[in-house]
């Protein structure tokens, strides 16, 4: 299938299942979740058709399996990366002692000053690994790497969750548990 047609429904996808629902007349469920028939329907009737084969491609050739769908295969929703409101339905996990925060060089002062925010999403986005924060960095420009000492935070009671594509969320990263790698 054509990956720049893939790129464009999942950027469309992106838009819709985290951001905009109601504007193709969509509600998320608890845990994000549409059906696909009415996503399919809805995606349809706004312009953007879209079949189940190149829906289903664009679900398991993702590059960071943005997507999902749940155990019955009716239902689909983004995994993370939210605005809107909706309760993923996340259960606290342990995180790996270390985690990473890839962030681009002129955001690096207003971090270290205030910690992580998350802005306009849910959660803050941590992680698992250096490569993965450097890419997510490097979407913006030049990249600073923050390493985040996870440990200690869930020791003082934070929250982490894991989304099903091992992102690792929170409310807030405080600036004493940051360190510039
Ligand atoms: C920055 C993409 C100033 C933060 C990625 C980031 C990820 C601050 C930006 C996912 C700040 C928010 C999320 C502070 C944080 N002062 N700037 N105190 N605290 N920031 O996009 O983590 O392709 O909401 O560093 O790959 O960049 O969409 O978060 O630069 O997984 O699937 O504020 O989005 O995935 O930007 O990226 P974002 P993010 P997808």
Redesign the pocket.
């Known amino acids: 299938m054509d990956q720049s047609r893939l790129v464009k429904i999942s950027k469309y996808l ?1 838009k819709h299942l985290r951001h905009q629902p109601q504007r193709l007349g969509l509600t998320l469920e608890p845990g994000g979740w549409v059906l696909v028939d009415a996503l399919l329907a809805a995606c349809a009737r706004h312009g953007f058709p879209v079949s189940r084969a190149e829906l289903d491609a664009v679900v398991s050739g993702n590059d ?1 399996q ?1 997507f999902g769908f749940d155990a019955t295969g009716t239902r689909i929703r983004a995994h993370q ?1 939210h605005s809107t409101p909706v309760d993923l339905q996340l259960e606290p996990a342990e995180p790996p002692p270390l985690l990473y ?1 890839g ?2 060089e002129q ?1 690096a002062d ?2 270290r000053r ?4 998350k ?3 849910h959660h803050v ?1 941590l992680s698992p690994d250096r490569a993965t924060a450097e890419r ?1 960095g490097a ?2 420009g030049r990249v600073v790497v923050f390493v985040v000492d996870a440990a200690a935070m869930a020791r003082a009671g934070y929250a982490f969750f894991r989304s099903t594509n091992g ?1 690792w969320l929170v409310d807030h990263v405080p600036s004493a548990y940051l360190q510039q790698a």
């Open positions: 992106s960071k943005r990366g925060h962030t681009a955001f207003a971090i205030d910690g992580l925010l802005m306009r999403r986005h997510v979407r913006r992102v």
